[in-house]
């Protein structure tokens, strides 16, 4: 025979592990990009304590400091848990943008991917790997891009290596302006790394949101979203803590798993949930039930419950 409080003892475990999985599941793996030059700045347990466990670094940091160097580094990573992506711009380069029909440069760019990967990264992202904006121009212009990121993908699959590409934040100039089909790069990496710029699209949390919300619902693999960190590249202000956690919460709510940061130089490191509550909630968006008022909301079950009339019968 169940008594009243037995039952209310199980209704309250039941919702305590609803609230668990919604705090723990979209907060512990995010990531960060870091340029070359901010390599020994990096501090792995400060990361580690603000739900930061993977780096995106950028291949400028092999020209400064040598492949033996940056393989030490990444071995040093790896044995604080935290793992190391290379970021290699593909079809731009020092503000020249080159065609992807040449194929002596896809070469070199194949051969670069295959000196980062000896290094011993976790991941190889692609940056860059579209059109100027001008993919309309060029007859099979997606078809080429993609055809770039296959030959990557069959280069890191069989080692086990992460791919990830840069996308821009665009659902409907993707094939058009970029060459960008999202539909089969998607099939071609493990991890979509969405820029979504609020700042530089003079847009807010909730258009991040959306837009996280249809790369979710529109590809094969992974999303990951990538948000700017300070206000835009017009306005190098960094973001509060506060208004960047209420950003990335826009993205977990709309399906992604985790997020990225640009850049660490303007990264203000907070743990994700601290400023997420029912207090602090984005506009048309569901409530975000956190850490900071799982005790709150506890409170209150406990007395709703205590309300109830439960009918039972013996």
Known sequence: MMTKDILKLVILVLLLIIVFVTVHSANGVNGVFVQGHDLYKVNFE??????????????????????????????????????????????????IWHNPTDQNYK???????????????D?????????????YKY?????????FVKAVHDKTKPKGIKLSLCIMPEPSNGIRYYGQDIKELSKNCEELSVMIYKGNYKKNSKWILETTKWYVNNSYCKVRPILQAYRSDN???????????????????????????????????????????????????DTITTNNNESDFITQLNNDLNNLNFVMEV
């Open 235 to 285: 306005n190098l202000g960094l973001l509060s803590d506060h208004e960047l956690s209420q950003d990335s919460w826009s993205c977990y709510n709309a399906g992604a798993e985790s997020v990225s940061y640009f850049q660490f130089s303007y990264l203000n490191l907070f743990p994700i949930n601290k400023y997420a509550n029912k207090n602090d909630t984005i506009k048309n968006q």
């Open 46 to 95: 400060t990361l580690k304590q603000n739900n930061i466990t993977e780096i995106y670094l950028y291949s400028g940091a092999v020209s400064l400091y040598g492949d033996t160097k940056l393989s030490n580094w990444i071995s040093k990573a790896h044995k604080e848990g935290i793992k190391v992506n290379i970021v290699v711009p593909v079809f731009q380069e020092n503000n």
């Open 139 to 147: 007859p099979g212009a997606s078809g080429l891009i993609t055809g």
């Open 107 to 121: 070469n070199k760019k194949l051969s670069e991917i295959d000196r980062y990967i000896k290094l011993g990264v």
């Open 123 to 135: 991941g190889v992202n692609l940056d860059y790997i579209r059109y100027s904006g001008n993919a």
